[in-house]
């Protein structure tokens, strides 16, 4: 289990990247906007289980690496670093958000939510960032990798449901100002992309050694 300090340190990090909007969080709000609140608690709801899966893959894979090799890990965490700054690269220069945030129809709670389920799921940018994002703040010496992976993304998951939670109790409530206010949907690219790159280049160079 990481100590106390490592997993205010992860929860601090997850709290950033979880209040800065992102594709995720513009999709639970056009839910909200289009068909209320209990649209957009359906569609956190079926995003959050895909992530569990993706939670899951993440923390057999790191394993598997660190039981193969120890020097394997530290690349995956580098590489891991590396891919949370091209992430802001990317996010910088996308405009894909816009785009997503327009896929969002009417449909009843239960569709909503597996269409939840499915498009994070299937999502591979989504199995990425947690194989580049949780090994950062996995401690080697404190005992099971699979345990710490398991603990660090259900904390992660739970964070991430009461965040989102409240994006689509806000946008259920004044939804009209999120849907007019293009200043919100351009202004959050560069502070999420701006977020990716910081954290990447902080866990490149603070990242803890294999011992």
């Given at each position: 289990m990481p100590e106390l300090?490592?997993?205010y340190l992860f929860i601090a990090a997850s709290l950033v990247l979880l209040l800065t909007p992102g594709p995720a969080v513009l999709y639970i709000i056009a839910r909200s906007v289009n068909q209320g609140r209990m649209a957009g608690f359906?569609?956190?709801?079926?995003?959050?289980?895909?992530?569990?899966?993706?939670?899951?893959a993440a923390a057999c894979g790191v394993s598997a690496l660190l039981l193969?090799?120890?020097?394997?890990f530290n690349i995956v965490k580098y590489l891991g670093a590396a891919y949370l700054i091209f992430l802001g690269i990317h996010k910088l220069l996308s405009r894909e958000d816009a785009q997503r945030e327009?896929?969002?129809?009417?449909?009843?709670?239960?569709?909503?939510?597996w269409q939840g389920v499915i498009v994070n799921l299937l999502n591979p940018k989504?199995?990425?960032?947690f194989f580049a994002f949780l090994p950062q703040f996995i401690d080697i010496?404190?005992?099971?990798?699979?345990?710490?992976?398991?603990?660090?993304?259900?904390?992660?998951?739970?964070l991430a449901t009461i965040s989102d939670g409240i994006y689509a109790l806000l946008a259920g409530s004044v939804g009209h100002w999120f849907q007019k206010n293009?200043?919100?949907?351009?202004?959050q690219r560069y502070f999420?992309?701006?977020?990716?790159?910081?954290?990447?280049i902080t866990t490149a160079l603070s990242g803890s050694e294999s011992k």
């Open positions: 300090p490592q997993i359906a569609s956190v709801l079926g995003l959050e289980l895909g992530t569990l899966f993706h939670v899951a193969s090799s120890a020097l394997a327009k896929m969002a129809g009417r449909a009843s709670l239960l569709q909503i939510f989504t199995a990425f960032f010496s404190k005992g099971n990798v699979t345990l710490q992976m398991l603990f660090l993304g259900g904390l992660f998951v739970l293009q200043r919100f949907l351009k202004g999420a992309g701006g977020v990716y790159i910081g954290l990447g």
